[in-house]
C-alpha cells in the first residue's frame, strides 16, 4: 500500500490521508479512542499520527533495507492508548 486514507463511517468522506510514495505502508492501528494512528512502514519504522491534524506526532524503530525473510513491524495499542509496542 503507498498511503493510508481514512473515512468517515458515516457520511463516506476521506477524514486523513497519509501518502507514503518512497515507503510501503501496511497495518494501520487505531488508539483505542481513534486520535491517534500508529503505521508501520516495510522500512522497519512505526510512524504515529494525530488523526484530527493528519501531523506526525513522532517515530519508532529505526529505518532498514527489509528483506523478503525479516518479521514485519507491527504496532499495537494498550487498552487505555496510554503505551504502543512494536515487536
Do not use: C
Amino acid at each position: 500500500v503507498d498511503g493510508v486514507r481514512v473515512y468517515d463511517a458515516r457520511m463516506g468522506q476521506a477524514t486523513f490521508h497519509l501518502k507514503s510514495p518512497d515507503i510501503r505502508l501496511g497495518s494501520p492501528v487505531f488508539s483505542p479512542d481513534s486520535s491517534i494512528l500508529a503505521v508501520e512502514g516495510f522500512d522497519g519504522v512505526v510512524r504515529v499520527y494525530d488523526v484530527r491534524t493528519s501531523q506526525q506526532i513522532f517515530s519508532l524503530g529505526e529505518p532498514h533495507q527489509r528483506a523478503k525473510v525479516l518479521p514485519r513491524v507491527a504496532p499495537a495499542f494498550s487498552p487505555d492508548g496510554s503505551r504502543i509496542a512494536i515487536w
